[in-house]
């Protein structure tokens, strides 16, 4: 049981670490002290709220498909990790990724909760590759277990996304000066990078590839 909540800890938050205007966002309102908890909840169970349709829909609406092209399927999320791994490798090598926090903007924009919240979900549901992320990746890496192990892979990867948004929203400050050094994002990318192709292999090796 504990392997598949790994599996799903572990690929949640390779995922929703990359850098996106959604992380920038929950970071510079964590900088600013303003409505942190309420953006890193929203973010979170927009993130759990989308995993969860996607385990299920792939699950009970598509499971005889599923089932018949499963090895088909095994091999194109092992081959779409193993490319995502190789982007965040060469990022490492290259040094390029950076973010940017303009802690210095007017605040105005950010007071209203309702306003905040709004600015969250444009960032999280117009954002394309979080639904390629949540629900057709994560969706289909949760084929390979099945009962209690998928629910704990569930579990799993929901987790990742709590334990993300809250850490980054409410260590902003403390986060800011380490992240901000290329040499940080080029640990991060490596380590990114090592467990997709962890995760690939795995399903590469699960879906008779290797």
């Given at each position: 049981?504990?392997?598949?909540?790994?599996?799903?800890?572990?690929?949640?938050?390779?995922?929703?670490?990359?850098?996106?205007?959604?992380?920038?966002?929950?970071?510079?309102?964590?900088?600013?002290?303003?409505?942190?908890?309420?953006?890193?909840?929203?973010?979170?169970?927009?993130?759990?709220?989308?995993?969860?349709?996607?385990?299920?829909?792939?699950?009970?609406?598509?499971?005889?498909?599923?089932?018949?092209?499963?090895?088909?399927?095994?091999?194109?999320?092992?081959?779409?990790?193993?490319?995502?791994?190789?982007?965040?490798?060469?990022?490492?090598?290259?040094?390029?990724?950076?973010?940017?926090?303009?802690?210095?903007?007017?605040?105005?924009?950010?007071?209203?909760?309702?306003?905040?919240?709004?600015?969250?979900?444009?960032?999280?549901?117009?954002?394309?590759?979080?639904?390629?992320?949540?629900?057709?990746?994560?969706?289909?890496?949760?084929?390979?277990?099945?009962?209690?192990?998928?629910?704990?892979?569930?579990?799993?990867?929901?987790?990742?996304?709590?334990?993300?948004?809250?850490?980054?929203?409410?260590?902003?400050?403390?986060?800011?000066?380490?992240?901000?050094?290329?040499?940080?994002?080029?640990?991060?990318?490596?380590?990114?990078?090592?467990?997709?192709?962890?995760?690939?292999?795995?399903?590469?090796?699960?879906?008779n590839w290797l």
């Open positions: 049981m504990i392997t598949p909540f790994i599996t799903g800890f572990l690929i949640g938050l390779s995922l929703i670490l990359a850098i996106g205007a959604q992380n920038t966002f929950v970071l510079r309102q964590g900088i600013l002290r303003q409505h942190v908890f309420y953006v890193a909840l929203f973010c979170a169970l927009s993130d759990s709220l989308l995993i969860s349709i996607g385990v299920s829909s792939i699950s009970f609406f598509l499971n005889n498909f599923i089932n018949g092209i499963s090895n088909i399927l095994f091999g194109f999320s092992a081959m779409w990790l193993f490319g995502y791994g190789i982007l965040r490798l060469i990022a490492a090598f290259n040094g390029n990724s950076m973010i940017e926090i303009k802690s210095s903007e007017s605040a105005e924009s950010s007071k209203n909760l309702l306003q905040t919240i709004s600015i969250a979900a444009i960032l999280t549901f117009a954002n394309p590759h979080v639904y390629l992320d949540t629900i057709v990746l994560i969706g289909s890496v949760s084929q390979q277990f099945s009962g209690y192990q998928k629910l704990a892979f569930v579990s799993g990867a929901c987790l990742a996304s709590f334990v993300f948004f809250f850490t980054l929203a409410y260590g902003a400050k403390l986060l800011t000066p380490l992240m901000i050094r290329p040499s940080s994002w080029r640990i991060l990318d490596f380590l990114i990078a090592l467990t997709m192709f962890t995760i690939a292999y795995k399903l590469a090796y699960a879906g």
